[in-house]
């Protein structure tokens, strides 16, 4: 090879290893932003209905968490989200994260992260730091509904989905309460609740959801699919003895199917629950089997006192949460319809149920998109109830007034991330 | 900057059509490249070797091969090596492409998803040896089934695809071509690598001037046990992650071939392709909680036959031309899942597709200034989808499509070129059935302002059908909208080629690209009632980016690479409340650059004649992985290096490859690790 060939081929080389230091300095400034960072937890002090409320953001593909006390004020816009850590196999919050029903008396924040991740994650509301993680999958995918705490630092969460191939880890079956102690850090057992499905089909699953404590024991709502969605069964309620961890008694709810909404009264008397009905796999739901059911325990027993149907009273299909916002009233959302044309064909509503007259409220209507009112929750020492509306984007707080649900006044939350409001929980 | 020698006594115009296909094979042979062997298609009217020693034109466009079909749009052309490397899968060898984003979802042999341009998968069709291998569910194509060891060249339409084309594509469209037989050969190839990598390759060839023929059979297995970091959906707490083994990923393929090619008199050349692909594998599901006996059978079956005939009074005056198609294509895809493992809610679908299509165009030169092509197409689509216990899909789609376009030259270095087409979609399924009409309209120019220098630009409006999928359902829970109209929307780009040749020491080719693609009425899903979403036309986008490619040979030795695409992809869908707006998934900046070392030794006693090595990078700037911009993968940097032997004038070859050297372990999409580094060794042996 000539000189002049080797001085063109060495600058060639040259041009080339500066060009590519230039393109390297261009793809680091090309990344995408990074997420919006926390602004930080909130110290709020205990009152009659706990520390405050958080509030999950979602669209079903990320999640972003904020704070809010119980007289609407957003203390922190961005706790805690999917990007509050780099991703891994999966995101710090995937899109599918809910609140636990009961209030988390031990004073953290508790996101349960459903499908397909199955994680607790534990935050301090004050330091917006994540305390601790749980997995609670033992191998498949569990798809966590709902955390109880119990006291001592033991607690429960609901499993819906089960193992189809179980025992390779320990208490891996599924459909089932899991036992947590350490404060949730550690499983330590389960419930199995297949004993509440007594006389029901046999392919029908627990598939238990919601939970509440009622006196000394724990209510838990079982959804009764079985394990491909095709067959229902009239759903039922498990009474749990956390004592000795098994089930003491059920209760089922004839013509009740796809409940997925539990709540239970200011004085802990009644129980209400929510049902979407049977799953038709159709654009136009059935309503037959919906409707808002409300029950009254009597000892070992559990006594209906009031049911609303949907085809009847309600119209539409009740949402997957309701509250008491009094001894008389319950608030439940319904789901409306989008119509092919991509126009709603049934509104989202937001209705109060009068236990004592048998009337129903509307209180609030979706805008332009149904399934987006979402979980209600409700105070009733605190005198508000509030409700999540993602059409808009915003948090709507009602008074409780003896007639009912009063003054809606509208909370932005203002994160600057703009993920619609989806869940509710309190601590 | 210079020529390097007169223009010949043909007609300019006549030496502009020749100029890419002799440029490529006058290329191959001055890089020394094995691509000496590649052949031009036959559509593009490309010279007999003899031809091309004797025809004195100007060497253009040699070190960035563009594609044939359509001059004026900008297009990239992968052959030789950049498709041979041994483990090399498709969209391994396409994600170096500018424009090119690719998604795998773990090795070689799993679902892996292509789009150009900011466009999804959906709007990206990819065609094999002429037959569209896109399916009416979800009309993603799976680069995964695409065999790369019998393939001759890929065509990347980046932006505009032919206007013969079944479907266009809103951002382009990839055409793969298989090798056509032309000598007499026998052929075999032994593969290994890692996570139990194999291959056995047999193949042989007859054929010479006037005919060839020939078969191929490929088997190969990989059984993906590749290792990943399991964090367990933790992401802050490390102490329980921990290093797992992929379970059922393992795959075997067997692929076969037959390709024949008839002369047909003076008058032209008739092609056939038949091919039989089968793959049994593992469905291993998302990487924290693996599904461990799910599995997946695909078969698929295609035939394909085109002819090109000179069709007026002179068959070599090249005034006229009819170019007839055909295609079938069946594809049978089951998947078991007897534990529910995956989310679809069923033990065991049944996906059968089945479409034929004939396409015929006619193409006129009245005079050297004028070109005028005019054709239709028609196909018919069948999509069955069957769940075990659950209502299942039965929908067909009758398509016609008439297209024409009209090329004129005003003056020598200025292509003028107008396409157009109207395609109408009739269906029929459950329901209320859809009907389309879809209309597609692209003007560009190709400007050669100097010798070593051109510029071309496009204007186009395209459109996307909906698929039998999204307008009928796919499942209970995905149900179908009779309503969907056409996704669509105008491209546009503006670009520059420039081309030096310095066959002693230095040539340099350098392309660069600067487009804007907008959509509107994109289809995504909602929850429309209880339990159930509908597709819905909700979305709009809007993309502005560039692409650059360069190549520079060095002292005839050393080949130099560099690719840069820089976009900004947005979300403009009106009412949107999320603030951020970038587009998933969608790199802002995609590096690519590589260097390689090809020495031609004379022969010793071990008959070594060709030694090869390189090495490539890939760079992709970290992508947001949700609309709302919380989630946000890191950068993901590619280096892979390759080393050739070659001995007995390619009696016998040796390839080897290291990919993903740095051992990168980030993912395309959440939840599916991808392989680390990898070797792969492929010995080849031929007799000719």
Redesign the interface.
Known sequence: ?ST???Q??TQ??TI?WR??VV??A??????????LPSTGGASLDEGPCGHGLFVITS?Y????TAIVDWSGIVHSARLI????????????LS?DVVAPTERVESGRIVLI?R?????L?FVDPETAE?L????L?T???ANPQDYLELGGGVAYVSRYESN??PGAEAFDEGSDLLILDDDGRRIAGRVDLSGALEGADPELLPRPSRMLRLDESVVVLLSAYS????LSGDARLALVDPMTHTVTGWAALPGAR?CSALARSPSGARIAVGC??S???????TLDDAGVVVLRRDGADFVEEARFVAAEVLGD?PGFSLAFASERHVVVPS?G??????EAARDDRLLELDLETGSVRELLRSE????TIGEVRCGAACGACFVTDADR?RVVRFSITPGGLASPRSLELGD?????PRYLGGY | VKSQRRRGTRGRRAAAQHAVALSLSIAATWLGEAAAHAELPAQSGTPSDGDAETLDVEVRGALLPRATKDPTVASTVLEGDALDAPGRSAAEALARVPGVQIARTGGATDLATLGLRGATAAQTPVYLAGVPLFDELARATDLSTIPLFMLRRAEVYRGNAPIELDRLGMGGAIVFEPELPRANRLYSAVGLGSFGERSLMLGGSVGGRDSGAALALRADGFDGDFDYTDDRGTLFDASDDRTRTRRNADARTIDGWAIGRLRLGDRGQLSTVAEAFSREQGSPGIGAIPATRARARLDRRLVGASSRLACGDDPHDGRCELVVGFYGRSTDYLLRDPLLELPFGVTEQRTRGTGVGVNLSLTGRPSDLVEITGGAAQSVEALSVEPRGAAGLSARRYAARFFGAATLRPVPSLALRAAGAVGSDRTEGPGTPPSFLSPSLRGGLLYEAASFVSFYANLGRYVRVPTLGESFGASATMLGNPELSLEKGPTADIGARLDIVDTRAVAISAEVTVFGRYASDLIAYRRSSLGVQRPYNVGSARVLGLEALARAVLAELVTLDLGLTATDPRDISEGRRIEADLLPYQSRLVVTSGASLEIRPDTGPLRLDRLGLGASVLHRASRVADPAGLVVLPEQTLLEADLVFGFADAGLTVRGRASNLLDDRTTDLIGLPLPGRAAHLLVEGALR
């Open positions: 090879m002049s060939r080797m063109r081929c060639g080389a080339a060009g590519s393109v390297l261009l793809t680091s400034a090309c990344n995408a932003p990074d997420p669209d593909q990320s999640t972003s989200g999917s990007g509050s850590s780099a991703p891994g196999l999966g995101a710090a899109g992260d499908f397909p991740a199955g994680v994650s994540v601790h993680q749980t997995s999958g191998g498949f995918a189809a191939s394990r491909s969605f095709t796809g979407s009905g799953f038709g796999g159709t654009s136009t739901p299909p789901f319809r989008l119509a092919t044309s991509g332009r998109e149904p399934f984007g600057g991330v703009g993920l619609p």
